[in-house]
C-alpha cells in the first residue's frame, strides 16, 4: 500500500479554492485540506464496512452555503488562540488593537490564520504517508494586518496522512527585525466514524484536566483552581448533558494525551501533543455532534495575563512541534 495526493476543484459560497486529497491507495483512509479556507483539513475520514466515509473531523452540513471556518474541520489558530479582551494588548510599550470579530462584537478572537488564504508549498505520496504543507506570512498573504500585530510572521504547517493517523508539524520563524509574540491552538472538531449518530452526550473523554482557569465571559480571570467534579474528565467517564467551553491548565512537563471514544464504537482516538502545549480547551458545539479537543500553547487572552504562556521569538528565531491525531479502529 501506498499514498497519494491529488487536487479538486471546489468552492464554497462562491469562493472557489483547490482542495488537497491525501488518501492511501486502498481507498480506506483520506483526508481533505482547503488551503483557501484557512489551510483547514476540512475531512479526515475512515472507510467503513458498508463503504461508506466515517468520519473522525466533523464538517458543518451547511458548509458549502456557510462556511465558517473555525467551525468544522481542524482550524489553525495564530498568531493567538481564542479570546484577547477587548482586542487589545501591549506590547515592548506599543499598544495595539485589533478588530473585535468576536460573535459579540466585544474581543477579538483565534487570530489571523483560520481566515485566510495561505500558499501550498509542497505535496507529495510516500510509502507510508501523504503530505501537504502550506504557508502563510503576515506581510505577503494579509498585509492589510501588518500593522495590527507586532512583527512579522511566517508559519509552515504540514498535514501528514498514514495509516492510523494525522498528524500536524508546524513551524514558525520570526523574520524581524523585532520581537515576535504570538500563541499557537487547534481547534479540531472530533466525531466517532463508526458511530455517525453519536452526540457528544454519549462519548467517553479522558483528558488531563489539571487546573481550570475560571473566566469571565470567555476571558480568563488569571487564576487557575482545582477542577470541580462536572469538569474534571481525568478519569474516562461519559461528557454527558455537561456543556464545555472550559480551558485547563494542563501543568506537565511531559506530552499529554486525550482519548475520546463511544460505548457503541470499535475504536479510540487519541490526542498526544508536547509540553509545549501547555493548555486545553475542551469544548461542545450548541449541535453536540462532535467534541472539540484544542491543545493550546497558552491560555486565552495571554497577552494580558502574567502567567498566561505567551511565546516570544528573537529575530531569526524559530519555534516547531507537532500533534499526533491516532485512531485505534482504522483499518491498514
Not at 39 to 56: A, K, Y
Not at 118 to 128: D, K, Q, Y
Not at 196 to 221: F, K, N
Not at 309 to 316: H, Q
Request: aromatic share 12%.
Amino acid at each position: 500500500m501506498s499514498f497519494t495526493v491529488r487536487t479538486e476543484a471546489v468552492a464554497a459560497a462562491g469562493t472557489p479554492d483547490t482542495a488537497y486529497i491525501l488518501a492511501n491507495t486502498a481507498d480506506t483512509v483520506r483526508a481533505e485540506v482547503w488551503p483557501g479556507f484557512g489551510f483547514n483539513c476540512l475531512r479526515w475520514q475512515v472507510r467503513q464496512p458498508d463503504g461508506s466515509w466515517g468520519r473522525l473531523l466533523y464538517t458543518s452540513p451547511d458548509w458549502e452555503t456557510n462556511p465558517v471556518p473555525t467551525r468544522s474541520g481542524h482550524p489553525v489558530l495564530f498568531p493567538f488562540p481564542n479570546r484577547l479582551a477587548q482586542g487589545r494588548f501591549t506590547f515592548e510599550g506599543k499598544e495595539y488593537q485589533l478588530p473585535r470579530n468576536e460573535s459579540t462584537g466585544m474581543h477579538a478572537i483565534h487570530g489571523f490564520t483560520p481566515r485566510n488564504r495561505w500558499r501550498v508549498v509542497g505535496a507529495g505520496g510516500e510509502r507510508n504517508h501523504a503530505y501537504v504543507t502550506g504557508q502563510f506570512r503576515l506581510s505577503q498573504d494579509l498585509p492589510s494586518a501588518v500593522g495590527l500585530w507586532p512583527g512579522d510572521f511566517v508559519m509552515t504547517l504540514t498535514y501528514e496522512l498514514h495509516p492510523t493517523a494525522l498528524v500536524v508539524e508546524c513551524l514558525v520563524e520570526n523574520p524581524g527585525p523585532g520581537s515576535l509574540p504570538f500563541g499557537l491552538g487547534y481547534h479540531g472538531y472530533f466525531a466517532i466514524p463508526d458511530v455517525p449518530d453519536a452526540t457528544a452526550d454519549e462519548m467517553v473523554l479522558t483528558a488531563p484536566t489539571g487546573e481550570l482557569w475560571p473566566a469571565d465571559a470567555g476571558i480568563p480571570t488569571g487564576e487557575r483552581r482545582p477542577v470541580p467534579a462536572e469538569f474534571d474528565f481525568r478519569t474516562a467517564r461519559s461528557i454527558g448533558p455537561t456543556h464545555l467551553d472550559t480551558l485547563y491548565s494542563t501543568a506537565s512537563k511531559f506530552p499529554t494525551v486525550c482519548r475520546l471514544s463511544h460505548p457503541r464504537s470499535a475504536g479510540v482516538l487519541h490526542i498526544t501533543s508536547p509540553a509545549d502545549f501547555r493548555e486545553l480547551v475542551l469544548f461542545t458545539p450548541a449541535h453536540r455532534k462532535a467534541v472539540a479537543i484544542e491543545p493550546y500553547t497558552c491560555a486565552s487572552n495571554a497577552a494580558n495575563l502574567p502567567d498566561g504562556g505567551w511565546r516570544i521569538l528573537p529575530p531569526g528565531g524559530t519555534w516547531a512541534a507537532g500533534v499526533r491525531y491516532d485512531w485505534s479502529g482504522l483499518r491498514s
